[in-house]
């Protein structure tokens, strides 16, 4: 950052100390802020777009619960400047993340302002009548079976483990010449899978950008298995930065995790990638995925990283619940927070900017998300102690949970759609068993489910979860 740039982000600190905020909360999120356009609570309603491999549109990943739908008649344009996409525009306008912004609303309101997705479009890109952004998922062709993955971002899962026909992707050619009308105002396209460098239109939306906006800043994320000359020869002619999933330092736990992967040769390939960000002064970042069967590496992680002289980031995985770290007992989570928080760093020749980051990075995974997730764990054993009150407490949990979205017709749907699922139970100590089980996991993750579907469909899913027990 320039120093005219850090005297516009000062400036604007304090010009925002001065605004009007609904909340504390959202004051200090907006202070927590380094860029000097801060106009709105998030940038991702004006200036990206989010493409995924079943043609859902949306400003980011989550907000898919209500996206648009690429067709052959319907086009890009018709919908970054469509309704839907206007309506969170304006919605974000006046501080509401009620609507379809709740994940980072509760990141916000605890204070854990690293993990708010809101923060990763915080770029000095301005903000126009096109996007400066945009992300593509466009469809699941991926080498790798990994274990907290599902068909639709693999083919190989959704092939092998699922057991489920081909995804068909609905872009095409169509769809890439659209893309030309937007790739000039574009500052970074963004690459997920699948694995990037397996997807063919990927190669032709590449071609089009190094042709038309060279300077665009293009970012792949890769399991960092595939290194052919195709893959050498695009990257010498563009400009792309590289994020690289590796989930296990590990050889035996690596291949357990990301099943079909070769750790050796991820390595040998890493150091590739790592020697081509570095000559050509890009940007490289190594993804973590802190799971059950592998938290405990997260320092370890840390140091490879400086060691390397790369940024780490660390993801949230919410799904599979056997996975992830949010479902464990309070006592486990409490051993997990209490070996992670004692961990110290080396700086060894990192850079103090990229040691700074790094431990910042780690340390918010320990000391704001997984002690957040132990705080949780321990409300709702106290909730789940309570047995007798199992229904009240859960019709509370869901009622506060709307109180803070502020909306009246949702939650009118879920008490009807409730009521009538109860009512096809029938049984009060079965009941019992889907309260007690709804209760340890986080309202927004079932809210959502029961207002849009049936309870028929409820009813299914409550024998299949029985039958799991």
């Not at 000039?184 to 042709?211: K, M, Q």
């Not at 330092?249 to 890493?270: A, H, M, P, Q, T």
């Not at 009622?399 to 009807?416: A, G, H, M, P, S």
Request: hydrophobic share 35%; with cysteine.
């Amino acid at each position: 950052m320039s120093i005219i740039q850090f005297i516009k982000t000062k400036l604007k600190r304090i010009e925002n100390s001065q605004k009007k905020f609904p909340t504390d909360q959202i004051k200090s999120y907006y202070q927590s802020r380094d860029i000097t356009d801060t106009r709105f609570l998030c940038h991702a309603p004006f200036n990206n777009m989010y493409f995924n491999s079943v043609g859902d549109v949306a400003n980011c990943w989550l907000t898919f619960d209500d996206p648009e739908k690429y067709s052959e008649q319907r086009t890009i344009k018709d919908i970054w400047f469509g309704a839907k996409f206007n309506t969170l525009r304006e919605n974000i306008k006046k501080f509401d993340l009620s609507s379809r912004c709740s994940t980072c609303l509760n990141y916000i309101n605890n204070g854990n302002h690293t993990n708010a997705l809101a923060k990763a479009y915080d770029n000095e890109y301005p903000l126009s009548d096109y996007p400066t952004m945009m992300e593509f998922e466009l469809t699941n062709t991926c080498n790798l079976e990994c274990t907290m993955c599902t068909g639709l971002l693999s083919s190989s899962i959704r092939a092998n483990r699922e057991k489920l026909p081909k995804l068909k992707s609905p872009y095409g050619s169509k769809f890439v010449s659209e893309l030309e009308e937007f790739i000039p105002y574009l500052h970074e396209a963004r690459f997920n899978g699948g694995e990037p460098f397996l997807i063919r239109i990927y190669y032709d939306i590449w071609e089009r950008i190094i042709r038309i906006n060279p300077k665009c800043k293009i970012v792949v994320a890769t399991n960092g298995t595939i290194l052919t000359d195709k893959v050498k020869n695009i990257l010498g002619r563009g400009n792309f930065h590289l994020n690289i999933s590796i989930d296990s330092l590990i050889e035996e736990r690596y291949s357990e995790i990301r099943v079909n992967g070769d750790l050796k040769k991820v390595l040998e390939n890493f150091i590739f990638f790592k020697d081509y960000c570095h000559s050509n002064k890009r940007s490289l970042c190594v993804m973590i995925n802190p799971m059950k069967n592998n938290w405990e590496e997260m320092p370890a992680f840390v140091n490879f990283c400086n060691n390397h002289n790369v940024h780490l980031w660390f993801n949230t995985i919410v799904h599979p619940e056997d996975l992830s770290l949010w479902r464990l007992s309070s006592d486990e989570l409490n051993q997990i927070f209490q070996l992670l928080k004692g961990a110290s760093f080396d700086k060894g020749e990192t850079s103090n900017s990229l040691f700074v980051y790094n431990t910042r990075t780690y340390y918010n995974l320990v000391n704001n998300q997984i002690k957040q997730w132990l705080e949780d764990s321990m409300s709702r054993v106290e909730i789940e102690n309570d047995q007798e009150n199992y229904r009240d407490n859960f019709l509370h949990k869901v009622e506060v949970y709307c109180k803070e979205k502020n909306t009246v017709k949702e939650y009118e749907i879920f008490l009807r759609n409730w009521n009538e699922f109860e009512t096809i139970v029938g049984d009060n100590n079965e009941m019992d068993f889907v309260f007690s089980y709804l209760l340890k996991m986080p309202v927004d993750q079932y809210f959502k489910i029961i207002i849009n579907e049936t309870p028929e469909f409820l009813f299914d899913k409550y024998k299949s979860l029985k039958t799991m027990s």
